[in-house]
T-cell receptor, first 116, second 110 residues
Framework: NAGVTQTPKFQVLKTGQSMTLQCAQDMNHEYMSWYRQDPGMGLRLIHYSVGAGITDQGEVPNGYNVSRSTTEDFPLRLLSAAPSQTSVYFC???????????????FGDGTRLSIL | GQQLNQSPQSMFIQEGEDVSMNCTSSSIFNTWLWYKQDPGEGPVLLIALYKAGELTSNGRLTAQFGITRKDSFLNISASIPSDVGIYFCAGRGGAQKLVFGQGTRLTINP
């Protein structure tokens, strides 16, 4: 099925390790974003991109890097994992791009990340 | 920045009952979205609202964009077991990014 694909689904890391969470969409959406979901706090925006080559910070960007070399892919990198980054991470996309619109977002199924 | 307050945080109801939940914002929004999240999955869009006063239905679900543009409501009629999950509101005002409420966890007793 078309949509947003996230890999891996589960990951356990040790403090200080680095890793990349992968996100790919096949809907030719311009806008992609990363959220983290923690109990009782809803979804918080980490980073987002309005098109290939353009990224910007969201509400909680510290400790994470992103890049957008293609329209389809938007990987999230943890440079030095910390226990506070234990969370469920969701990638989302929407047709919204540089022109402002209110298109809702399509979400992947998430990556469950534990930092020991 | 924009903030959303979603209530209630959790609901425990009997199958067949109606459900109501709401979100209020600290500022005026021009978009309200309602999502449902099943365990182990990402949120799925239920209803999108783009105009103050708008009332939109999706089967047994009905959502309204408040007249003040600072609130939105979601109602579920005649609940069934598959309605169980977490419901999130999300909103956006002006050029701001989409913000999410804390979620309402719905549990249904058969």
């Amino acid at each position: 099925n078309a949509g947003v694909t996230q890999t891996p689904k589960f990951q356990v890391l040790k403090t200080g390790q680095s890793m990349t969470l992968q996100c790919a969409q096949d809907m030719n959406h311009e806008y992609m974003s990363w959220y983290r979901q923690d109990p009782g706090m809803g979804l918080r925006l980490i980073h987002y991109s309005v098109g290939a080559g353009i990224t910007d910070q969201g509400e909680v960007p510290n400790g994470y890097n992103v890049s957008r070399s293609t329209t389809e892919d938007f990987p999230l990198r943890l440079l030095s994992a910390a226990p506070s980054q234990t969370s469920v991470y969701f990638c989302a996309s929407s047709p919204e791009g540089r022109r402002a619109s209110n298109q809702p977002q399509h979400f992947g199924d998430g990556t469950r990340l534990s930092i020991l | 920045g924009q903030q959303l307050n979603q209530s209630p945080q959790s609901m425990f109801i009997q199958e067949g009952e109606d459900v109501s939940m709401n979100c209020t914002s600290s500022s005026i929004f021009n978009t309200w979205l309602w999502y449902k999240q099943d365990p182990g999955e990402g949120p799925v869009l239920l209803i999108a609202l783009y105009k103050a006063g708008e009332l939109t239905s999706n089967g047994r679900l009905t959502a309204q964009f408040g007249i003040t543009r600072k609130d939105s409501f979601l109602n579920i009629s005649a609940s069934i077991p598959s309605d169980v999950g977490i419901y999130f509101c999300a909103g956006r005002g002006g050029a701001q990014k989409l913000v999410f409420g804390q979620g309402t966890r719905l549990t249904i007793n058969p």
